[in-house]
């Protein structure tokens, strides 16, 4: 059996993957290119507020309550969460928006009030949706994919047909929703898998059951308190956290990860567990010969969104806003036409707003708001300060007429992060935000590899492998590598 591993990057799936393998016994070194932990999902402060810088909203509790469990943990003894309620707000248009409730009466009521029958008709999509969950938290995503051996157990493959892999996300919905605002809110989730309903596979209803049934969560603090919880329960495992480490090169000899050189020296290990960004892994850090990829099947790659995000500091308090609010006040396929087909800066972009400080008064300064916002955008785009400055102007003025409120006069504070920064700070393939699409070409066993085929102690693990991106698929991913790779040597060892 193997005993030293080099885990790469210190975002969740590597986190995850450096505790999983120092829970078995291994002696793990954990490399962080930055100086903070969490990968995309770091903080920062400024004049007293403090940014989340990626995820905010906490879903799928369930899961973070198995990976703490795992470690004998309870999330609790890390961070304190709140369920949101109204989970979020939905603005349509001036003088238009609706809260949803996190109370199932509540929202059975109103979508009775805009389709009478789709209440009855939201309850059977739901029990749908729950098995989804079921089967496909428990079960598919848990499969490394390596071969199609893993899915055709009998059961699995009738399995896929009643979990609609085959059927698209836009169909699905259409078939127990006619009402345009309540397909809006059906079809919102799917847009954190990176992709149009039209190519998203059904099964990803499973998302509905999320937000609708398992609830809208905040660890009081912000989202960072996750990352210190998962830091500090590596550290008690002696995981050996080095942060300021940035990976350079993966030396090969044969079919070995032999050595990793970073700017502050050589590591050695029995096994490499690359969880920075896979495009950059093949393409910066090993040599071609050793890539499962070539740049042809990268380019081919749908990748989810990049961001334009703006960190705000805001003076005031602020009206007619929630912790999580989304804006659809204009066209959802004009905008994700402009991010997935024809690739450029949307005409009029749909945008969503943060404002944890409403649940949470440590992330701003006293009679202050915390305001975060995000416009989803193609990867790739030519990012400038010029684009920036246009788009703030842009939100912020929609964002005033639709709260009825003024607020440019109110920020102090403003930092803005686009493709650029993506690239510096994470080595993100034409600056993605989120990884690469779910689309049903993109799931599970057409995904790259978690495996590298050519090293023979060379994994991969995070949001551009399986089972996919998000905090909670990034956990996944930490605890599947780790397995596979136990698996592995368990078996070559005997
Ligand atoms: C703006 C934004 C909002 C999001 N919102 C949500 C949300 O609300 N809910 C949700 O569930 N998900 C959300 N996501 C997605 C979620 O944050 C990601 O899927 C997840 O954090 C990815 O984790 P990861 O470990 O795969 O990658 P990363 O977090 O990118 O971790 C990779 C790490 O590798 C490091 N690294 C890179 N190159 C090197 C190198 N050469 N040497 C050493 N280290 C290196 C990077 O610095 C980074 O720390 C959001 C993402 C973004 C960007």
Request: hydrophobic letters at 40%; one cysteine or more; charged letters at 20%.
């Amino acid at each position: 059996m193997p005993k030293t591993a080099i885990v790469i990057g210190a975002g969740f799936a590597g986190l995850s993957a450096a505790t999983h393998l120092a829970h078995e016994g291994f002696a793990v070194t954990l490399l962080e290119k930055n100086d903070v932990p969490g990968g995309r999902a770091r903080c920062f402060e400024a004049e007293g507020f403090l940014f989340d810088m990626g995820p905010s909203w906490y879903w799928m509790p369930d899961i973070f309550d198995q990976y703490f469990a795992r470690f004998g943990k309870k999330t609790s003894d890390y961070y304190e969460l709140t369920r949101l309620s109204p989970s979020y707000s939905v603005v349509f248009g001036p003088a238009d928006s609706v809260d949803i409730p996190a109370d199932f009466q509540a929202l059975c009521e109103l979508f009775e009030s805009y389709e009478v029958g789709s209440a009855v008709r939201l309850q059977k999509f739901l029990a749908q949706a729950k098995y989804k969950y079921e089967v496909g938290v428990n079960e598919f995503v848990q499969k490394p994919s390596l071969s199609i051996t893993e899915f055709l157990d009998l059961r699995l493959v009738v399995e896929a047909f009643r979990l609609d892999l085959f059927q698209s996300f836009h169909s699905h919905v259409r078939k127990f929703f006619h009402h345009e605002k309540l397909i809006r809110l059906m079809e919102f989730p799917i847009l954190f898998l990176g992709a149009i309903p039209q190519n998203t596979p059904a099964l990803y209803s499973l998302m509905n059951y999320a937000d609708m049934m398992l609830g809208t969560w905040y660890p009081m603090g912000g989202m960072f308190k996750i990352v210190e919880g998962m830091v500090k329960l590596a550290q008690e495992k002696g995981v050996s956290l080095k942060l300021g480490h940035e990976v350079q090169k993966i030396e090969v000899e044969g079919r070995q990860a032999k050595r990793v050189l970073t700017n502050h020296g050589t590591f050695e290990a029995d096994v490499v567990v690359a969880g920075a960004d896979y495009h950059h892994v093949e393409s910066q850090l090993l040599e071609a010969g050793a890539r499962n990829y070539s740049d042809a099947y990268w380019d081919e790659r749908v990748m989810a969104p990049s961001c334009l995000l703006y960190y705000l500091g805001v003076n005031k308090k602020l009206k007619n806003l929630r912790h999580h609010n989304l804006f659809f006040d204009q066209d959802l396929m004009a905008h994700a036409i402009e991010i997935y087909e024809t690739p450029k800066w949307p005409t009029k972009p749909l945008f969503y707003a943060s404002v944890p400080s409403i649940t949470d008064p440590s992330v701003a300064p006293a009679g202050c708001e915390n305001l975060f916002l995000l416009i989803p955008v193609a990867p790739g785009l030519h990012d400038t300060e010029e684009v920036r400055e246009k788009y703030y102007h842009i939100v912020m003025e929609r964002l005033e007429e639709l709260t009825n409120q003024s607020i440019r006069d109110a920020v102090v504070f403003r930092r803005t992060y686009a493709h650029r920064d993506f690239v510096n700070d994470y080595h993100a393939f034409k600056g993605n935000a989120y990884g690469l699409a779910n689309t049903l070409r993109q799931t599970a066993l057409f995904k790259p590899s978690l495996k590298s085929k050519k090293i023979d102690n060379l994994f991969y693990t995070g949001q551009l492998t399986v089972p996919g991106p998000g905090v909670p698929p990034s956990l996944i991913s930490g605890q599947v590598v780790a397995k596979t790779i136990i698996k592995q040597f368990v078996t070559l060892s005997k």
